[in-house]
């Protein structure tokens, strides 16, 4: 499957220095006891994870976007010592994330899923793997980060590359970077976004969200095209930003866009072709795959 791809690599690197103004510390949050908890949640806690040990828990207005929703964050783990992270807000369940310890322990489909996308190398280490359910979005989708050692995408091959892959519960790879996304548990989608996203993208499915880099991304399935729908969440009023999606090989391009490529780099051969769109315009992105940098051009439609 042709992953999602960020055009200017550089910009990767600044993933390590960004912070999410909303993921505030947990000395920052106020703490409740697990007695304290309004009698709601715990109860819905308890009939879906019953046999969880609770240790921390921790309350306040809204810590995404500035909705002034009161959110609470349960943090447990299981008998066998997995986290889990439950977050209510008004006190209605809205996300868990389910931390798992291995890769066996995800479901044949996305173990396979992910044994495809790996290259041919030597070694692979996970920094984690989340099993991810939304209130707003149907299924649970899986957040792989991994180690890799010995890949035709590092320049040293003893120096490992980090990479993520986001999977659905039926093993359909519905992003891929070349970095670590934002946590899980400090961001979410909101019913906003997938309302806009409905009516822009009629019967579209929603089949998982990440944060990236700051941006709020949909990954949807729209009339059997995996695309990525993102959106601004750097400031209060949030904004689409774009909506990028890989072409199939044989996609014919409009000759006028060609011949402006042509005419630009006239050296160029590309292997991959991606469409983006925004709101001041639309623009095809050429990539030639075959290059470690992935070097690639965007051409507008007009």
Same mark, same amino acid.
């Given at each position: 499957?042709?992953?999602?791809?960020?055009?200017?690599?550089?910009?990767?690197?600044?993933?390590?220095?960004?912070?999410?103004?909303?993921?505030?510390?947990?000395?920052?949050?106020?703490?409740?006891?697990?007695?304290?908890?309004?009698?709601?949640?715990?109860?819905?806690?308890?009939?879906?994870?019953?046999?969880?040990?609770?240790?921390?828990?921790?309350?306040?207005?809204?810590?995404?976007?500035?909705?002034?929703?009161?959110?609470?964050?349960?943090?447990?783990?299981?008998?066998?010592?997995?986290?889990?992270?439950?977050?209510?807000?008004?006190?209605?369940?809205? #996300?868990?994330?389910?931390?798992?310890?291995?890769?066996?322990?995800?479901?044949?489909?996305?173990?396979?899923?992910?044994?495809?996308?790996?290259?041919?190398?030597?070694?692979?280490?996970?920094?984690?793997?989340?099993?991810?359910?939304?209130?707003?979005?149907?299924?649970?989708?899986?957040?792989?980060?991994?180690?890799?050692?010995?890949?035709?995408?590092?320049?040293?091959?003893?120096?490992?590359?980090?990479?993520?892959?986001?999977?659905?519960?039926?093993?359909?790879?519905?992003?891929?970077?070349?970095?670590?996304?934002?946590?899980?548990?400090?961001?979410?989608?909101?019913?906003?976004?997938?309302?806009?996203?409905?009516?822009?993208?009629?019967?579209?499915?929603?089949?998982?969200?990440?944060?990236?880099?700051?941006?709020?991304?949909?990954?949807?399935?729209?009339?059997?095209?995996?695309?990525?729908?993102?959106?601004?969440?750097?400031?209060?009023?949030? #904004?689409?930003?774009?909506?990028?999606?890989?072409?199939?090989?044989?996609?014919?391009?409009?000759?006028?866009?060609?011949?402006?490529?042509?005419?630009?780099?006239?050296?160029?051969?590309?292997?991959?072709?991606?469409?983006?769109?925004?709101?001041?315009?639309?623009?095809?992105?050429?990539?030639?795959?075959?290059?470690?940098?992935?070097?690639?051009?965007?051409?507008?439609?007009?």
């Amino acid at each position: 499957m042709t992953k999602i791809s960020s055009l200017f690599v550089c910009g990767l690197l600044v993933i390590t220095a960004f912070t999410l103004v909303s993921c505030n510390s947990e000395n920052e949050i106020p703490t409740v006891t697990e007695n304290e908890l309004p009698e709601v949640i715990a109860q819905d806690f308890n009939s879906r994870y019953g046999d969880n040990t609770i240790e921390h828990v921790y309350t306040g207005s809204d810590f995404y976007r500035h909705t002034g929703q009161q959110e609470t964050m349960v943090y447990s783990k299981d008998k066998a010592g997995n986290e889990l992270f439950v977050a209510y807000v008004d006190n209605v369940w809205n #996300r868990t994330v389910q931390t798992l310890s291995a890769i066996n322990d995800l479901p044949d489909a996305v173990r396979w899923s992910f044994f495809k996308e790996v290259p041919n190398a030597t070694k692979y280490e996970f920094r984690k793997i989340n099993e991810v359910s939304q209130a707003c979005i149907s299924g649970t989708y899986y957040e792989l980060c991994y180690l890799l050692y010995d890949s035709v995408f590092a320049n040293d091959s003893s120096i490992p590359s980090l990479h993520t892959l986001v999977i659905d519960s039926e093993g359909t790879v519905i992003k891929s970077c070349g970095y670590e996304l934002n946590n899980a548990a400090y961001v979410r989608p909101l019913s906003s976004d997938i309302d806009w996203i409905s009516e822009r993208y009629s019967a579209a499915v929603v089949l998982g969200y990440v944060n990236d880099m700051g941006y709020d991304e949909y990954l949807i399935m729209h009339n059997g095209v995996l695309k990525s729908v993102s959106f601004d969440s750097n400031s209060i009023d949030t #904004r689409w930003k774009e909506t990028r999606y890989a072409l199939p090989k044989d996609i014919v391009v409009p000759s006028r866009v060609l011949d402006t490529l042509h005419r630009l780099h006239s050296d160029f051969t590309y292997t991959e072709v991606s469409f983006t769109e925004t709101p001041t315009g639309n623009y095809y992105t050429f990539i030639d795959g075959t290059r470690k940098d992935r070097l690639g051009y965007n051409i507008g439609v007009d």
